[in-house]
């Protein structure tokens, strides 16, 4: 979200969280927790692909980072990160996936994810079945 640009109040991101939760339960999924950054643009530990974030999860939860994956969009972020942090990670195409793999490649061009995907509905059964 964009809190720190200013796009999104701290308390709207808290109702979409709300929200989010709400569905979720409905569905029968529990999610155990939710990490945001919501400073300024200046760099900061917690904005990817600097490892803040998964720190704050990995000390609450027992969490094994290189059996987890990192899904994103954003070969220059999320992509990043889980080089980083030492995960797999899945690209999807949708939103800016494609421009990620293509016009945007070279902003990560070290990195390959482990495997690409049309949509996040076939990174979660790529992630599965793997």
């Not at 569905?23 to 692909?49: L, N, Q, S």
Request: proline share 4%.
């Amino acid at each position: 979200m964009h809190i720190g640009k200013g796009l999104l109040t701290y308390e709207e991101y808290l109702r979409q969280e709300k929200r989010v939760i709400n569905i979720a339960e409905t569905a029968g999924v529990v999610i155990d927790g939710f990490y945001c950054c919501p400073h300024r643009m200046t760099p900061c530990e917690c904005r990817k692909p600097l490892p803040g974030m998964v720190n704050q999860a990995k000390s609450s939860y027992d969490i094994d980072i290189s059996n987890s994956y990192v899904f994103g969009d954003m070969g220059c972020s999320d992509m990043l990160l889980a080089h980083h942090i030492g995960s797999k990670s899945i690209l999807v195409r949708t939103g800016v996936g494609e421009g990620s793999l293509t016009a945007f490649r070279h902003t990560w061009a070290d990195v390959e994810p482990t495997f690409i995907a049309d949509n996040i509905l076939e990174a979660v059964k790529m992630a599965i079945y793997e």
